[in-house]
């Protein structure tokens, strides 16, 4: 179907009228909503990356109060920055933002670059980032394309093109640049798609076009096919990755090991864990082989943790060991882990922890 683009950016015009007034009367209040420094929109959008709304507002609280500003980020040690965005997940976002900082620091005076290529020079900030920052916090006129923009996207204009696809964003891209062009305010008009995406052209079940602001100029309704929309090509299957966790103890006291600097979870802190599921003499051995004797080796319930491209399914063990040792292993009480980030795919054995530790 050929669609004529000026025809198209004048609708979309049209309907940034209801939207925006939709938004300015119903937007969730949220913390960063608040008059944002640019600084605070930054923040709020890397939090918001993957992330769902509820679980980032009392980490985003907990992180402005403690890093208020860029140069607070810029100078944060990295043991306290993995501890303030513990359980957050993706915790490169968060080394990324200290990085940026100081790059700020030495590029830009301290202060965010009111400008869209410039910002996209900056560590961890790509193009949904740029733009959100250059249209929220300075009013540029850039389109901020995630997931939900594509999805009200495709069901307004009933377009089965495969979202998944570069050339499907760089088209959306392109038609709410020019759409931007025209507005006062294209902060508030992108906030609003992703909005109307978030909580009324929702995801997960049927959008709710009933209490929809743009319903009238909607083509995917008036076809009846917004069910089916957007179209989405299927992505990899993620691998699966059998795991051996050890909780291991001795007086009150149990044993963390710092990950590798690369790849997932780099440099957190985790349980001392093995490839596969070990059992009898393969486990005692294993045990062995991190320089611990162990007295007894008990069970615990089987975890599984979900990460983009892997899940790990994890058996635990609680294990008594003779003495402390292992030289790669940090003892500890559980007053240890105010310090140690310790990421959420561990978590399932925090009442194990808090049961052995005094
Ligand atoms: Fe989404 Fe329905 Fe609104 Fe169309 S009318 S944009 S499908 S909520």
Redesign the pocket.
């Known amino acids: 179907m050929s669609v004529n683009p000026d025809t198209e950016a004048a609708r979309w015009a049209a309907l940034s009228v209801p939207l925006t007034k939709w938004y300015s009367q119903n937007r969730r209040v949220l913390p960063w909503r608040d008059s944002p420094t640019p600084y605070e929109t930054w923040i709020s959008e890397i939090m918001l990356q993957q992330t769902r709304v509820e679980a980032v507002k009392a980490y985003y609280t907990r992180f402005l109060a403690e890093l208020p500003d860029i140069s607070a980020l810029a100078g944060v040690d990295e043991e306290r920055l993995m501890k303030l965005w513990e359980g957050l997940g993706y915790y490169s976002r968060a080394r990324n933002l200290r990085k940026a900082a100081q790059q700020l620091l030495e590029r830009h005076n301290g202060a965010l670059p009111a400008d869209y290529s410039t910002l996209l020079k900056l560590s961890g900030i790509g193009p949904y980032t740029a733009g959100a920052i250059a249209s929220i916090a300075f009013g540029l006129p850039v389109p901020a394309v995630d997931g939900n923009v594509l999805r009200?996207f495709a069901?307004?204009q009933n377009d089965e093109a495969d979202i998944a696809l570069p050339e499907t964003k760089e088209r959306v891209n392109r038609l709410l640049s020019q759409v931007l062009c025209g507005l006062n305010s294209p902060g508030d008009f992108n906030q609003a798609i992703m909005e109307?995406g978030a909580v009324?052209?929702v995801p997960n079940g049927p959008?709710?076009?009933e209490c929809?602001p743009?319903?009238s100029f909607?083509a995917?309704?008036k076809a009846g096919t917004?069910l089916q929309l957007p179209v989405k090509s299927a992505k990899k299957p993620r691998r699966v990755e059998p795991m051996t966790v050890l909780l291991l103890i001795r007086d009150g006291r149990f044993a963390l090991r710092q990950r590798k600097k690369s790849g997932l979870l780099a440099g957190l802190w985790e349980l001392p864990n093995l490839p596969g599921h070990l059992e009898g003499a393969s486990l005692t051995e294993a045990v062995r082989s991190l320089g611990l004797e162990p007295l007894r080796i008990e069970p615990l319930c089987p975890a599984k943790h979900v990460f983009t491209h892997v899940e790990w399914h994890m058996r635990g063990y609680r294990v008594t060991i003779e003495e402390e040792g292992g030289a790669s292993l940090r003892w500890m009480g559980k007053a240890g882990l105010a310090e140690c980030a310790l990421p959420s795919a561990f978590h399932y054995y925090l009442p194990h922890i808090r049961e052995i530790s005094p």
Do not use: N, S, Y
């Open positions: 009200v069901r307004l109307l009324v052209c959008p709710r076009c929809c743009v319903a909607c995917g309704r917004m």
